[in-house]
C-alpha cells in the first residue's frame, strides 16, 4: 500500500512550488500538515545559498557561497555552498518529534539531498518516520546525478512510496494527480 509521495526532477523544475500548492489543497481537505521546504536565498538577483523554511514560517540557514576567507576546517561543502549544520538541525530536527500526533498527518520534506545528508540525526528521523505507521510523507528527493546517495536510494527502492518526475512539461498538469496521491496515503 502506498504511504508515501516524493517528488523528483532537475533543479529549478518547480518541485518546492508543487510541495507548497499540495499542501494548501490537502489542508483545506482537513489533513494536518508541518515539515518544512527548502528556498532560494537571493541578494541582488544572485543566488547566495538555501534556507529552511518551516510551514509555520520559521526560517533557518541551510547553506550559503563559500567566502574565500572561510576556514577549511570541518565544514560540509556542497559545490560552490558551505553547510550550515548546527542552523538546519536546530530548526529541522525538533519539527520530526511530534510530527505524527493524531490522525491524517503529512509531513513534509523537502529535500532529502546533499546538504540535509550532512547530518546523521535527519537521516536516522527520516527513517523513522518512513516507518511510523501514523504518518505520510510528502517529499523531495534529486534526480539520480553521480554518486547515489543511500537515503535517496532508499526512499526510491520502497514499495510503500509513489515518485512523481516533475518536468517542464507536466509541472502544471500534474498538481491533481499528486493531490490524489496524498490524499489516498492518508485515507
Known amino acids: 500500500m502506498m504511504k508515501h509521495v516524493f517528488l523528483t526532477g532537475v533543479p529549478g523544475v518547480g518541485k ?9 489543497a490537502v489542508v483545506s481537505a482537513g489533513v494536518s500538515v508541518s515539515g518544512f521546504y527548502t528556498e ?9 545559498g ?9 526560517r533557518g ?3 550559503r557561497l563559500s567566502s574565500e576567507s572561510a576556514a577549511g576546517g570541518r565544514e560540509h561543502r556542497v559545490g560552490q555552498y558551505v553547510v550550515d549544520l548546527q ?9 520530526f518529534r511530534n510530527m505524527c500526533e493524531g490522525s491524517k498527518k503529512v ?3 523537502d529535500e532529502i539531498g546533499k546538504m540535509e545528508l550532512f547530518s546523521q540525526a535527519f537521516i536516522r528521523a527520516v527513517r523513522q518516520t518512513l516507518d511510523a505507521s501514523s504518518c505520510s510523507i510528502l517529499g523531495t528527493i534529486p534526480v539520480p546525478k553521480g554518486k547515489p546517495l543511500a537515503l535517496v536510494e532508499e526512499v526510491r527502492s520502497r514499495q ?14 500534474i498538481f491533481d494527480e499528486i493531490v490524489s496521491a496524498v490524499q489516498e496515503c492518508v485515507k
Open 160 to 173: 510503500d512510496v509513489k515518485i512523481f518526475m516533475v518536468t517542464k512539461e507536466n509541472r502544471d498538469t
Open 107 to 109: 509531513f513534509v520534506i
Open 40 to 48: 532560494e536565498v537571493r541578494e541582488r538577483g544572485r543566488r547566495v
Open 87 to 95: 542552523s538546519f538541525e536546530s530548526l529541522a530536527l525538533p519539527l
Open 61 to 63: 540557514r541551510l547553506s
Open 50 to 58: 538555501f534556507d529552511v523554511v518551516t510551514l509555520t514560517g520559521d
Open 16 to 24: 518546492t512550488t508543487l510541495v507548497k500548492s499540495v499542501c494548501e
